[in-house]
């Protein structure tokens, strides 16, 4: 009897609480609020609202087919698409989820027994999971689901079967907001929006319960949940979810380096905490910069990482001044992750500085082109620049080249690894480079201009947008990138700044104008 109810048995009950959109004509001086839109939850964000939807269970490993990333977030909307295979996934975690449950409910409900029982569960694992109450049409339809299976095969198995129904129905797998005659979102949309954005994760009971007392409705009171919020440590797992892909740290996952010259297993994963190291420690906790992120000297080495920069293996994670190296692109996570088995990759470095800093995008190469990966001439002393140049010098590469290559050669001074070098095969370095009308003596000049670009404040605003709404409209809605720009200016850089700015904004939350003092 295990596993009836699939994702498609719950939609029959599903009904979608209340109207999805905009049910009146709700205007801001920036024009029509956005209309909410049906949100899937990221793989990343079911599992972790699984999580704390049952944070006493020893749950499995919840296996889910990927998804795309056509705007480098996964969580976009257009691609979040539930495949007959994801919804077998859905099935099968469930399933697995409820057995757990059923050998022990009082992980959710404090009865043991009975109907009513059935209806405490409904109404306590449902509103939890809903993200807000459960309706009255939902707790009858979920209470004939337990009733029947009370009747036909014990407590236990209405417990499964009721679990499964809950953590496969449209009102979990989905963010369906319902809105109210006045505003976009109701207090519950809210609270939401703002614990994925923040958290990654579903809201907890203190921000349900503002929402019950509609305490989400004023600038005021947004303020200090949000703030209670960014203190809590979920808010650095939301802030690293939104690091992790706009900084495609899952490249390191995907290379390869000649374990003769120093690569591993242990080295890869190394790195990864590198990265991690510095964007908790120094830009979130710290309230660190854009200028930070850059240009900080402050850097975390272990003993498997000490070598790439010339210093000697500490027992344990150590924080270090790194005089001659700036920021997470002088550090060696980046310079690995974006290099070949061999050799620096100048494209991938410089498509990085270009694509994710700069948001600009070439396209693709044309059809037809050589992509092999280059390597030396025999007999002919070259170095790895000398080698890109060659290979990319013809017409139709260089209309992207001509852009992608200087801004790469910047970071010719390091190897596949991130070790700092000045010779290339025998020959000197050329760390040259430039952007536009600027030319780049090497890294730091590079760094220094970023850290100052109005584009690059711009680009990293987009992004955040881009991730928080899981599409392009929070991006392309001028009046929510203006004032979110604006507050990253005022702050000075400050990237917690950034995400509050934009939990705080009320296009973002679906609401009306804040009355006192929001951005006009």
Avoid at 414 to 443: C, K, Y
Avoid at 491 to 498: K, V
């Amino acid at each position: 009897m295990r596993g009836l109810l699939t994702v498609a048995s719950a939609l029959s009950f599903a009904g979608c609480w209340g109207s999805i959109g905009d049910p009146g004509n709700k205007e801001s001086p920036c024009g029509p609020i956005p209309e909410a839109r049906i949100r899937r939850l990221s793989h990343t964000e079911y599992r972790n609202t699984v999580r704390d939807l049952f944070p006493t269970l020893a749950l499995p490993e919840l296996q889910l087919a990927p998804d795309s990333a056509p705007l480098g977030f996964d969580n976009d909307i257009e691609s979040m698409q539930a495949s007959p295979l994801l919804v077998q996934q859905y099935n099968a975690a469930a399933i697995a989820i409820s057995d757990l449950v059923a050998a022990d409910p009082t992980t959710v409900v404090a009865c043991t027994e009975g109907s009513a029982c059935g209806r405490e569960l409904i109404l306590t694992l449902g509103g939890r999971a809903f993200r807000r109450p459960v309706t009255e049409t939902e707790a009858t339809t979920l209470q004939a689901i337990f009733d029947r299976y009370l009747a036909s095969g014990g407590f236990a198995m209405a417990v499964e079967i009721t679990t499964q129904a809950i953590l496969q129905s449209p009102q979990f797998l989905y963010r369906l907001e319902a809105g109210t005659e006045t505003e976009a979102s109701s207090q519950y949309d809210v609270a939401t929006r703002l614990s994925y954005l923040l958290w990654a994760t579903m809201p907890d009971q203190a921000l349900i319960d503002a929402a019950s007392r509609n305490e989400l409705a004023t600038e005021a009171d947004l303020a200090v949940h949000v703030d209670r919020m960014l203190a809590d440590p979920r808010a650095l797992e939301g802030f690293m979810e939104f690091t992790r892909q706009w900084l495609e740290m899952s490249r390191l996952d995907r290379v390869t380096k000649q374990d003769s010259d120093g690569w591993s297993e242990d080295v890869r994963a190394a790195l990864a905490e590198e990265a991690r190291l510095f964007l908790a420690e120094i830009v979130f906790r710290r309230g660190g910069t854009v200028a930070d992120f850059l240009l900080s000297n402050q850097a975390f080495i272990g003993p498997k990482t000490a070598a790439f920069y010339g210093l000697p293996a500490p027992t344990e994670w150590s924080e270090v001044t790194l005089p001659d190296r700036r920021g997470f692109l002088m550090q060696a996570q980046f310079l690995a992750a974006n290099g070949h088995p061999q050799n620096p990759s100048p494209v991938l470095r410089g498509l990085f500085v270009l694509r994710n800093l700069l948001c600009v995008e070439l396209g693709s190469p044309p059809a037809g082109v050589d992509m092999t990966i280059p390597g030396p001439l025999p007999g002919v002393p070259q170095t790895n620049r000398q080698i890109y140049e060659q290979v990319t010098g013809a017409e139709v590469c260089q209309k992207c080249h001509s852009i992608i290559n200087p801004l790469g050669f910047t970071f010719e001074q390091f190897d596949t690894f991130g070790r700092f070098r000045t010779v290339d095969n025998t020959l000197p370095v050329d760390a040259s480079g430039g952007f536009g009308s600027t030319a780049f003596g090497g890294p730091h000049d590079l760094l220094e201009y970023l850290a100052a670009s109005t584009e690059v404040r711009k680009c990293i605003t987009g992004k955040y947008l881009t991730f928080a709404n899981g599409s392009h409209d929070g991006a392309n809605d001028r009046c929510v990138a203006r004032d979110v720009q604006q507050d990253l200016v005022d702050s000075g850089g400050s990237l917690t700044q950034l995400m509050k700015s934009i939990a705080m904004h009320p296009r973002y939350l679906g609401l009306a104008p804040h009355k006192e003092g929001q951005h006009p």
